[in-house]
C-alpha cells in the first residue's frame, strides 16, 4: 500500500456502516463565535468514570459547527425521538427552501453552558469540549457531560440502511434451545393505521406458527421502517413509493364522502367536489394521504377548506359526526356510528378519480424469509375478499 485510500475498501466500508444503527442527534453550540447546528450519527459514550461523564462526537469538518464548537468550548448534544426526522432533515440542509435559519423548526432552551437544547429532545448533553482532533475529513470532539435533560418516554430516532427507523422492544429468549428453535419464524409487519384494524387481526391469526410484531403508521414511517429492515414486509399505499420496493397490488379503493347523518349533502346518493367547495373540511394529516385527498378536490378546481386536521383516523371521524366538517377516505368500516354514538353517512365522490391502491412491499432484492413469504401469500388470499 503507498498510502493513498483504496476506494473499493472505503466504498465497501460505507456500505458495511449503513447496517450499523445509529441513533439521530442534532449537535449545538452557542457563544463568542456564535450559534450553529448539525446532524450527526457518529456520537457514542466514552466513560461514566472520569471526573466527569465523557463522550464523544465526529463532525465534518466542513460544517460550521466544527469550528463554532471548538471556538466556543461548549456543545449540546439533542438526541431526537423517532417523531422528530423533520428536525434531522433541517439541520441536514434538507428544507434549506423552506427556511433561512434552520433553528426555526423546533423550541429550543438555553443549557447552563449556553448551547440550545430542543425543548423537548429524548435526551440533551450539555458538555464542555475537552479535546479534538481532526481524522481524514471529521472533527473528533471528545466532552465532558456537565448536564443533561432525560425525556420521562420517547423512543430513539435510528438511523441505519440510510433510512430512518425507530427501536422496538425484543425480549431474550428464555434459554438457547428455544432461541434456536425460532430462528427463521420471526416476522416484523408494517401496516397503515387506518386500514390496520381491519386486515391485521384476520391475517395475524393464520400465522400460527410464527413469531409477527408489528408496525403501525403512515405512510412516510413505514417506508422508513422498510428501508431500514426494522419491517420485512409493509402493507401501506402505492401513494409516493420509490423504486427501492418491489410491490403486489392488492386491491383498489375508491374515495368517499364522509358527513354527519344531518349534513346538507346527506340526502344526495353521490357528491360533485364542486358541491364541498364552501364546506369545511376535516383532513387526515398524514404524509401520503393529505396530498393524496385534497388533490382529489384541486384536480375538479376546488380548494379545500381545511379547517381541521388530525392523524387519528377515529378522531377524524368523531370530528365529521359531530358537524365540524366532511372529510374524504377511502377505509370504510363496518358501522356507521362515531365511538360516542354519532352517526355517520358516506357517499361516493363523483369523478374519474385515481384510486387508492393497497400494497404490500418489501425491499427490492431481498430474499424473504419463510415468514414473509407466508404472510405474502395470506395477503393475496385475503385481500379480494376483504371489506378494507
Known amino acids: 500500500m503507498d498510502g493513498k485510500l483504496d476506494s473499493g475498501i472505503r466504498n465497501r466500508f460505507l456500505e458495511g456502516m449503513s ?28 466513560s461514566a468514570d472520569s471526573d466527569w461523564p465523557t463522550l464523544l462526537v465526529c463532525v465534518h469538518h466542513l460544517s460550521p459547527a466544527a469550528a463554532r464548537i471548538v471556538a466556543n468550548g461548549v456543545l449540546c448534544v439533542n438526541v431526537l425521538r423517532d417523531d422528530q426526522s423533520y428536525i434531522s432533515d433541517t439541520f441536514a440542509g434538507r428544507f434549506r427552501d423552506e427556511v433561512g435559519d434552520k433553528f426555526d423548526c423546533a423550541e429550543w432552551v438555553a443549557m447552563p453552558s449556553g448551547a440550545p437544547r430542543i425543548e423537548d429532545p429524548l435526551v440533551a448533553f450539555d458538555c464542555r469540549l475537552l479535546s479534538s482532533e481532526k481524522v481524514g475529513t471529521h472533527h473528533i470532539f471528545l466532552c465532558e457531560v456537565h448536564d443533561l435533560q432525560v425525556a420521562r418516554a420517547g423512543s430513539p430516532l435510528i438511523y441505519a440502511n440510510r433510512a430512518y427507523g425507530s427501536s422496538i422492544r425484543i425480549d431474550g429468549a428464555s434459554s438457547l434451545a428455544s432461541a434456536q428453535a ?3 419464524s420471526r416476522l416484523t409487519v408494517g401496516c397503515f393505521h387506518t386500514f390496520g384494524p381491519f386486515v391485521i387481526p384476520r391475517l395475524f391469526r393464520q400465522m400460527t406458527g410464527f413469531d409477527v410484531s408489528l408496525v403501525e403508521g403512515d405512510q ?9 429492515g426494522e419491517s420485512e414486509v409493509a ?3 402505492d401513494i409516493e413509493l420509490d423504486d427501492g420496493f418491489e410491490t403486489i397490488a392488492l386491491q383498489e379503493l375508491s374515495p368517499y364522502v364522509l358527513m354527519a347523518d344531518g349534513h346538507r349533502l346527506a340526502q344526495q346518493s353521490e357528491i360533485d367536489p364542486t ?7 376535516v383532513l387526515l394529516e398524514a404524509p401520503g394521504s393529505s396530498d393524496y385527498f385534497l388533490g382529489l378536490l384541486r384536480r375538479a378546481g376546488v380548494e379545500p377548506l381545511v379547517a381541521w386536521r388530525t392523524r387519528s383516523f377515529e378522531i377524524l371521524r368523531g370530528m365529521v359526526g359531530h358537524g365540524l366538517g366532511y372529510a374524504l377516505l377511502t377505509t370504510k368500516p363496518a358501522s356507521n356510528m362515531t365511538y360516542d354514538g354519532m352517526r355517520l353517512v ?38 379480494p375478499a376483504s371489506d378494507a
Open 346 to 383: 358516506s357517499r361516493p365522490l363523483l369523478g374519474d378519480h385515481l384510486p387508492a391502491r393497497i400494497t404490500i412491499a418489501w425491499r427490492k432484492g431481498a430474499v424473504l424469509s419463510a415468514p414473509a413469504k407466508r404472510f405474502i401469500a395470506l395477503c393475496r388470499e385475503t385481500f
Open 220 to 228: 412516510r414511517r413505514l417506508s422508513e421502517s422498510l428501508k431500514a
Open 235 to 237: 402493507l401501506l399505499y
Open 275 to 281: 358541491e364541498l367547495a364552501e364546506e369545511p373540511m
Open 182 to 184: 425460532q430462528m427463521g
Open 19 to 46: 447496517h450499523a444503527a445509529c441513533t439521530v442527534n442534532i449537535v449545538t453550540t452557542d457563544g463568542p463565535a456564535g450559534r450553529a447546528g448539525v446532524t450527526v450519527s457518529a456520537m457514542a459514550s466514552v
